[in-house]
């Protein structure tokens, strides 16, 4: 089983559609969450940032962790066109070797 | 401003060439990564550096090189033993261990 688990896609929804992206883990000893936006041939920029469970809101996005369920999701409201990205999860498992990431859910908002 | 560079955005490599992929970072960072991005295939890890004069093997080191002499900077060399080096590259950068990243905005690798 791998250790992030992430739903490729493609999404695709209406602007202004209510967006939902999920990541589950396995590894219980998760603490810290984020969730990375990539457009295409770009870098990953962070975007939210969450410890342990609970929600956190910035503007349209709000992550959600639940640690019980190992599931994290990130929601977008008032989808724009601009919000057309692949969007990545990862934690960092405490390792030197930095942050475990999921492979990324591409979505797309219709205008 | 902060932020880190990677440098060439494009870059051509012949058949048993090396070619180096620079990387450089002035957000005052102790650890920097090299990752490859293929479709389909997330980022997968290729080397790490958490301190200036040592650095680490990722998942996918075989056919890659790597030095991190100064603190900004840690380039990376794709080596003639790498048979499949066509990709996405993206350096990256973390103040530790419970940080988030700031990634450059990558090398695109190509072999004619």
């Known amino acids: 089983q791998k250790e992030v688990e992430q739903d490729p896609g493609p999404l695709s929804v209406p602007e202004g559609a209510i967006v939902s992206l999920n990541c589950t883990y396995s590894?219980?000893?998760?603490?810290?969450f984020m969730w990375y936006r990539q457009y295409s041939r770009k870098g990953p920029e962070l975007l939210m940032y969450t410890y342990s469970s609970g929600n956190k809101e910035d503007g349209r996005f709000t992550a959600q962790v639940d640690k019980s369920s190992k599931y994290i999701s990130l929601f977008i409201r008032d989808s724009q066109p601009s919000d057309s990205a692949t969007y990545l999860c990862a934690m960092p498992g405490g390792g030197a070797d930095g942050l475990t990431f999921g492979k990324g859910t591409h979505l797309i908002i219709q205008p | 401003d902060g932020g880190i560079t990677q440098s060439p955005k494009y870059l051509f490599r012949k058949e048993g060439q090396n070619v180096t992929l620079s990387c450089e970072q002035n957000l005052n960072h102790d650890a920097m990564y090299w990752y490859r991005q293929d479709p389909g295939q997330g980022l997968r890890l290729i080397y790490y550096s958490q301190i200036v004069n040592d650095f680490q093997k990722g998942d996918i080191a075989e056919g890659y090189s790597v030095s991190r002499e100064k603190k900004e900077s840690f380039p990376l060399t794709v080596t003639s033993a790498q048979k499949n080096p066509t990709a996405f590259y993206l350096c990256?950068?973390?103040?530790?261990?419970?940080?988030?990243?700031?990634f450059g905005s990558g090398t695109r690798l190509t072999v004619v």
């Open positions: 590894n219980s000893a998760f603490q810290y």
């Open positions: 990256a950068s973390s103040a530790g261990i419970n940080y988030g990243y700031t």
